[in-house]
């Protein structure tokens, strides 16, 4: 409740005396008329975090506005229980940066104006409730050096639910805004939920640089490093990749396969026992490429797989409740009918993974003899649209015109929806089309900007869709999808070193993997970008 207080010391002097008559009279003084105008000014003010934090309340001394008896200072609780105070301003109109953490029920935000001649002060209370102004959108990881990594995100009416502007909304460089930088180059970032259920989830970010690993909350960024994420873990990190897994979340680091439940997915214990029915042990993903399924947040069976180059096997993923999370393919498993024994394919190297076609795993392999690729295809879903463990179902050979794009691509991608597969080379983006006639079709789809080269190319899913496509939030709203959800590509690419954009680009005549370059959207303002992702709320 706002309220204007004043504190006035009088100090009475009196003596002993007797048949006293005085016939001056007393010194008197007028207390000053010292006004603070809270007309229109509400007791409860609401800043977004990291926001700016504006209060102009007209002060007058004897009706002068701005008297320079006058002085002020702008105080805000932290923390009442342990008298965690800080001042944010000794100006009359406060104007400054909400870096406080967000609050929902609000600070005790106080106005401070002390008279300088007659020691009187002047007080008006505030509550300060403060908000996450980060919503819906795409992150950006960039280095503005080229050492260290920040995040931007962007937010507009094509990526962000309930966006009401006409112009986007870009937060740049948030960590570094909040005098908090990570200090770390950030190579793979990756969205997903926490909590027990939909009504508890928290919107956050697992974060893998080259020095460590990182869990941001969504709100306000706020982030655990390396320590806190692997607390168990003594042998040195060398590298590190999230993937999203129905019901968990898969971290692949030092080549090696770590889960842990998305109800409570704050750490990563040890790597996953993993072997085959046989008893051989192994846990090696080649080159940290996994093929996870994604919109599968209700489902406890496992729906990803990786290439074990040590043992020349693919592995899986069987599910977060299995009594083995993981395994080895075993050549008992093998079905005279599977088109490849996915326990034999020595010799390979792992290029690209991905979903596929509403039920498909994806893996591309190539030979390290021979240098040709081959493509390998696993069904997620039996016929009546149950999950299963990933099963073999086809297997490609890539002619010479697609082994050149192959060849020469810096980024591959996969439609969640169709059976295509994006191949980017430095200037171009190519759609190759996985026919069930075990044959590959290729065509030039985009051409990238002159002096612009391709690094990073994703198909476009929104982030709580990409958790759980069946029912990804809780309120009717967010059940409603952006009309681009599964129906674009997320592009980023480098004028220079310093020099990045981001680029939203919509797909065409649904089946085909065309792009339109016409309707696509470019987002700049960023240096050397190394990974883009799509945030849910």
Not at 15 to 20: D, E, N, W
Not at 22 to 33: A, H, Q
Not at 333 to 350: H, Q
Not at 504 to 514: A, E, M, R
């Amino acid at each position: 409740m706002k309220t204007i207080y004043y504190l006035l010391l009088l100090v009475l002097g009196y003596g002993l005396v007797s048949c006293y008559d005085d016939k001056s009279t007393y010194d008197t003084k007028e207390i000053p008329n010292v006004e603070l105008d809270l007309n229109g000014v509400s007791e409860t003010q609401y800043v977004a975090y990291l926001g700016k934090l504006h209060i102009d309340i007209p002060v007058k001394k004897n009706g002068t506005p701005d008297h320079p008896d006058l002085e002020y200072k702008w105080e805000i609780e932290l923390s009442s229980s342990a008298g965690l105070r800080e001042v944010l301003s000794n100006e009359r109109v406060l104007d400054t940066i909400a870096s406080m953490p967000i609050q929902a029920s609000g600070y005790t935000l106080t106005l401070e104006v002390t008279d300088k001649v007659s020691t009187l002060k002047y007080y008006s209370v505030f509550s300060l409730v403060v908000e996450s102004q980060f919503g819906e959108g795409i992150i950006v990881a960039h280095s503005r050096d080229g050492e260290t990594s920040d995040l931007s995100l962007i937010m507009d009416k094509d990526i962000s639910k309930g966006f009401t502007g006409t112009e986007k909304i870009q937060y740049d460089d948030i960590f570094t805004s909040k005098g908090e930088p990570l200090g770390d180059w950030i190579d793979n970032v990756a969205y997903t939920v926490s909590g027990a259920t939909w009504s508890t989830y928290q919107n956050i970010l697992w974060m893998a640089g080259k020095n460590g690993l990182f869990r941001a909350d969504c709100r306000d960024y706020s982030f655990l490093e390396t320590g806190k994420i692997i607390p168990f873990v003594t042998e040195t990190y060398t590298s590190g990749h999230f993937y999203l897994a129905p019901q968990t979340t898969i971290l692949v680091m030092n080549n090696q396969v770590y889960q842990h439940l998305r109800q409570n997915d704050a750490i990563f214990i040890k790597p996953e026992v993993i072997s085959d029915l046989g008893g051989l042990q192994s846990n090696y993903v080649d080159n940290r490429v996994v093929a996870a399924a994604t919109g599968d947040g209700t489902h406890s069976s496992g729906s990803s797989i990786w290439y074990d180059s040590q043992v020349g096997r693919f592995g899986r993923f069987n599910g977060a409740f299995s009594q083995n999370k993981c395994s080895l393919y075993s050549s008992s498993e093998n079905d005279d009918n599977f088109p490849f024994d996915p326990s034999a394919v020595a010799g390979k190297e792992a290029v690209a993974g991905g979903f596929m076609n509403s039920s498909s795993l994806v893996m591309v392999l190539k030979d390290k003899v021979s240098g040709e690729y081959s493509l390998y295809t696993f069904f997620t879903k039996n016929q009546d649209n149950t999950l299963v463990n990933p099963t073999p179902s086809y297997l490609y050979s890539v002619p010479a015109a697609i082994k050149d794009l192959l060849d020469r691509s810096v980024s591959i991608c996969f439609s969640t929806v169709d059976p295509i597969m994006y191949v980017a080379t430095a200037r171009e983006i190519h759609a190759v089309r996985l026919n069930i006639d075990g044959s590959l079709a290729s065509s030039l789809k985009y051409t990238a900007a002159a002096g612009e080269n391709i690094s990073i190319l994703k198909f476009y899913t929104q982030g709580r869709y990409n958790v759980n496509s069946e029912d990804f939030d809780s309120d009717t709203e967010s059940l409603l999808t952006l009309p681009l959800n599964t129906k674009a590509v997320m592009m980023a690419t480098q004028a220079s070193d310093s020099e990045g954009y981001v680029y939203l680009i919509p797909q065409k005549d649904p089946g085909t993997g065309n792009l339109d370059e016409e309707k696509q959207v470019k987002y700049d303002g960023f240096g050397k970008i190394s990974d883009i992702t799509a945030q849910g709320r």
